[in-house]
DNA sequence: ACAGCCTCTGACCGATCGGTCAGCTACCTT
DNA sequence: AAGGTAGCTGACCGATCGGTCAGAGGCTGT
């Protein structure tokens, strides 16, 4: 692994469990075992390295919520978006984790914002302006508590590696059925896109 | 209100949008419209701050955890336990929110060495040691989720105030449910505490 | 052998961090 | 009137922040 992935990848941990204010150049630095100046050299910035750690993350979302269409309304389409969903929170569960706990207060930083647009675009599709105030709750809580539950699973360690392969099916599984009985009284809006 | 009060308050809001790392004493100050100095003659240090911000809240959710005894099993106490478990999210969604996205990574801060232990202690309320792992994650979805969802509601303002009169009960209601829906399935260990 | 590039480092920069300190003002007590 | 105390401020401290810069060392192509 190339030392510009390292630093990306110790970067991404700590933004996410030290927050992005909360960590230093230095300090990821000396975790890499190089120098501050070589991160410097390697990302013209620090917030540089935070959109080269949680970039890919926001790109791999953005195929996944282009690849929905709007027959988001046919129960088996929605399963298959739902474990899709769950998929991707398992695989990016520090970036997931960090955009939503820093999301707010990480704005005009151009890659949070592109994030924080996607959100938008799937809470539209799965509750629209007509949606029932108990229909938003559940996206959120679906959504923020996958993502809070995934990330305290592992707090201390926060290792490196996915779960233990024993648990990770039956994680994903257990998310699939929660998330989906969750979700299931909420109706989908499948006309157009929302005015707002 | 008193000055402290003021800075107390101003300090909650921002550790929780900017995280405690990210916010400076010098805006605290600025915001309240004091100097740096004030802020440290309040309190004798940013960690004091920080104490008095989440402390109630703290003390607030042992009061509740305390109240709550074996009798979890019936529905009708773990009804009750869930509706003052969510008002209390209600009344304290700041400091859960920052308790939630920035536990970790405060560490060997006593006052959230506290709140985590009381986490702990819920967790063992609802699955012990012999529970599934779903059960795991529904507590922690249901947590989490509604933590998430009542901080991100008014993201940008972050009002100071409730939520507005005529949503407030209705957003009460449907987190009522949501988390009475999650939790459901949750079979309540009310034996001995596990052995580990 | 030399030139050029890539990787990397230490020295250094101004700004800001949390925190200390001496002292000012206003008010209360005797 | 004198003294004490609570509330507050500006000047200042060392440490650390993100970031710049000149240059060292190694590797490749000529």
Known sequence: MSTRDDLRDIALKEFA???????????????AGVSKSNVLYHFDSK?????????????QMAVILGSIDESLAEPKARRAFIEQFVDFLLERRLEVHM????????????????????????????SSAVSSVEDHLRF?????????????KQDPSLAEGPF???????????LVTIVSELLAPVS?????TPAR
Chains 1, 2 share one sequence.
């Open 17 to 31: 469990v030290a927050g992005y204010a909360g960590t230093s150049l230095q300090r990821i630095a000396e975790i």
């Open 47 to 59: 917030e540089a390295l935070l959109e080269a750690a949680i970039g890919p993350a926001i790109d």
């Open 99 to 126: 955009f939503i706990s820093q999301g707010p207060g990480l704005e005009d930083v151009p890659v949070v914002d592109r994030a924080n647009a996607l959100v938008a675009t799937l809470a539209t599709f799965f």
């Open 140 to 152: 959120g809580v679906a959504l923020g508590g996958a993502a809070y539950v995934l990330s305290a």
């Open 164 to 174: 233990e392969e024993s648990e990770s099916d039956e994680v994903r599984a257990a």
């Open 188 to 192: 989908v809006q499948q006309t157009h």
